[in-house]
């Protein structure tokens, strides 16, 4: 119910303030991997291991927390809530057991990151993608 509760208040907060807009998971062109499925991008985020094609190692990058986009991301990636994020950040870190993907203040700054760092994977708001990067996956805002 807690959680249940949690969604609704988000959600009602993001459809209320018209922030859904469609999300772009993005990496460098050069990076040799197509697509991803929400299921690894989720266990990508929460640092839990998975593999993918080509032995491609995948760095996530994140959104400073608050912003509309990450939000969204939380909700509909992670299915969480960004408490329940910072709560299962704050265990891992306790424990020893990783760090939370480095937050970026907007989508300019993760497309620069993207491009910049080999491997690095991030998010973005759909209508901010340009040649410079390539889509993985595109998560509908509605």
Do not use: C
């Amino acid at each position: 119910m807690k959680n249940t509760l949690r969604f609704f208040i988000a959600g009602t907060a993001l459809f209320s303030a018209g922030l859904l807009a469609d999300i772009a998971v993005v990496v460098a062109p050069a990076v040799p991997i197509d697509s991803i499925n929400l299921e690894q991008l989720e266990r990508l985020y929460l640092h839990r291991p998975n593999r993918y094609p080509h032995g491609t190692e995948l760095t996530p990058v994140d959104q400073k927390t608050g912003s509309a986009i990450r939000q969204q991301f939380v909700q509909k990636a992670l299915w969480k809530t960004e408490i329940d994020v910072a709560e299962y950040w704050s265990r891992r870190m306790f424990s020893g057991k990783g760090r939370p993907p480095r937050q970026l203040e907007d989508d300019q700054a993760v497309i620069d990151a993207v491009i910049s760092q080999p491997g690095a994977i991030g998010y973005i708001d759909a209508a901010s993608v340009d040649e410079r990067v390539k889509v993985l996956l595109r998560i509908p805002g509605n």
